[in-house]
């Protein structure tokens, strides 16, 4: 069970169109994270995904 709270200085994230990133702090806000790739075969970081992202954008898509 993923948990909101305040910002996890363990995750460090920039994604502030993400629900769970904490304003201006450029943290994650749950406890943990569940990171995947869409990859058969990752090569590189833009390969991997934060699979805990929701758009904080009601109704579009970011
Ligand atoms: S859920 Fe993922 S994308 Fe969203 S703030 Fe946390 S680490 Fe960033």
């Known amino acids: 069970m993923y ?3 305040p910002a996890n200085y363990h995750i460090h994230c920039t994604v502030k169109d993400c ?3 904490k304003g201006d702090e450029n943290y994650c806000s749950l406890d943990t994270i569940n990171v995947a790739t869409h990859e ?4 590189d970081v833009k390969c991997v995904d934060c699979r805990s992202f929701e758009c904080k954008h009601h109704g579009m898509s970011c």
């Open 3 to 5: 948990t909101e709270g």
């Open 19 to 21: 629900k769970y990133h």
């Open 40 to 43: 058969a075969n990752p090569t």
